[in-house]
């Protein structure tokens, strides 16, 4: 968990919260950034929030999907492929790196790093090309080191029941209305 996101614990406990609660906390950290904690308390939830991260998906767009093995990186990924209207299965990109995907609005890249050990291989995988031709979905993130683009919206997904998850979401500002609109902000 990244100290931005201590940060919310922090709050919930001076605020008294119950840890994970069903709300969003959002905080500007400065002009540009936001963090959102959301409580995801089953499936639906997660296919909820895969729709609204659709609903603003542009060209030029990542998403950087954390979280360990299980933790519901695919999930969302399909959630909001489907929600761009994918009908062909989505199967996991573990084995393949990358999936790509053509729908009406934009085309989409959906890679899984898991299996890339030095971030120099990322450059055969045309990350660049996929940005400018659609948005790209990011398994694993962490194994693009700094070849992840500076302004990805990130979702660290975390288990924390069999059907529970909580998604610790950051990125640029122009984002935050998505997790804000319709949910209870203080
Ligand atoms: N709220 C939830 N959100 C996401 N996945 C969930 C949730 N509840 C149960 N699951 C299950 O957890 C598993 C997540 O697997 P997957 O999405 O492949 O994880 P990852 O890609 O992070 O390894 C799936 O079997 C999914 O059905
Ligand atoms: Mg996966």
Not at 72 to 96: D, N, Y
């Amino acid at each position: 968990m990244s100290d931005r996101h201590a940060g919310i614990n922090r709050l919930e406990d001076a605020l008294r919260l119950p840890p994970h609660r069903a709300t969003t906390v959002v905080m500007l950290t400065d002009s540009h950034s936001f963090l959102s904690r959301i409580t995801l308390p089953d499936l639906t939830a997660t296919k909820a929030l895969g729709m609204r991260v659709a609903g603003r998906l542009q060209i030029g767009d990542t998403v950087a999907l954390k979280g360990d093995l299980g933790a519901g990186k695919t999930t969302l990924a399909r959630a909001i492929l489907r929600t761009l209207t994918v009908a062909e299965s989505v199967p996991s990109p573990t084995f393949t790196l990358v999936q790509t995907y053509e729908t009406p609005r934009l085309a989409v890249r959906h890679y899984d790093l898991y299996r890339i050990e030095n971030p120099r291989d990322i450059d055969e995988l045309g990350l660049d090309e996929a940005l400018e031709e659609g948005a790209v979905l990011i398994e694993w993130p962490e194994h693009a080191g700094s070849r992840l683009p500076g302004d990805a919206l990130q979702i660290a997904l975390t288990a924390t029941g069999a059907q529970s998850r909580l998604a610790d979401i950051t990125g640029p500002a122009r984002w935050a209305p998505v997790f804000t609109e319709g949910a209870l902000v203080r």
